[in-house]
């Protein structure tokens, strides 16, 4: 659980306490700290952060929207457990609107600011790097800013919502199957072990290669679906997952 005392009262300092909780308990939730299936209630998390229960339950019910947590009248929230099931369809959902807005992606490239671009190579540097030594605290941050800055390309907010949301349900679902991997030294989950092509897609849309930009999207998303067969113990990918 989120630490108490006056570390967690450093954390809540930004524009509002109910955005800055419920950033705060969502990094919680991707790091692993909050478990799937970890049950809480709005008093505990305002005694965590010594606030008042007012901005917790909107914060968590925020999450609830989101699809992080699910609300038990009697038990208060817990942390939402995705199926193998759930998260292929999350998966599969992804692929279907990135195939729809594919010609979008390649206009937008090509008249992509250098600035821009150079934030989105930045951010693909970094995630790659962190994939490749197998640092998923890292990984999980830069990853989620890569896609998001990529779907922003797109042009359209409501897209670009839907993929982001899409984006942190699976990390949610990945994140404790992948440290367990890991610990346990799965084939293929080590250091280097986790999708790490992101320079290659920043690459492929510089050179208005529209192709090779899909045909990297389509790899990724048939890795997690090859992660998802291997977890249900249908063989499946048996290289570096997508998530």
Not at 30 to 44: C, I, M, N, Q
Request: hydrophobic share 45%; charged share 25%.
């Amino acid at each position: 659980m989120p630490a108490s005392g006056a570390g967690a009262r450093g954390i809540v300092h930004r524009s509002t306490l109910r955005q800055q909780l419920a950033d705060a308990l969502r990094d919680e939730v991707l790091a692993g700290r909050l478990p799937p299936g970890r049950e809480f209630t709005v008093k505990h998390i305002a005694e965590q952060y010594e606030v008042s229960a007012t901005p917790v339950r909107e914060a968590l019910f925020d999450l609830a929207a989101q699809g992080l947590l699910e609300s038990d009248q009697h038990k208060g929230f817990r942390v939402r457990e995705y199926s193998v099931a759930e998260f292929r369809g999350m998966v599969e959902a992804r692929s279907l609107v990135v195939a729809g807005v594919q010609g979008r992606l390649a206009i937008a490239a090509s008249d992509l600011a250098p600035d821009r671009l150079a934030v989105l190579r930045r951010r693909a540097e970094e995630a790659a790097r962190a994939a490749g030594a197998g640092d998923l605290d890292v990984l999980i941050g830069y990853d989620l800013r890569f896609w998001s800055e990529l779907a922003t390309m797109v042009g359209n907010p409501h897209i670009a919502a839907f993929l982001h949301q899409l984006r942190v349900r699976c990390w949610v679902f990945s994140i404790s199957r992948l440290r367990a991997e890991l610990l346990r030294r799965v084939p293929g989950s080590g250091a280097g072990g986790l999708w790490s092509r992101h320079e290659e897609v920043v690459a492929a849309l510089a050179r208005g290669d529209e192709e090779g930009v899909y045909a990297l999207l389509a790899e990724h998303d048939e890795r997690a679906l090859g992660w998802a067969d291997r977890l249900e113990g249908r063989g499946g990918y048996a290289g570096p997952p997508g998530f």
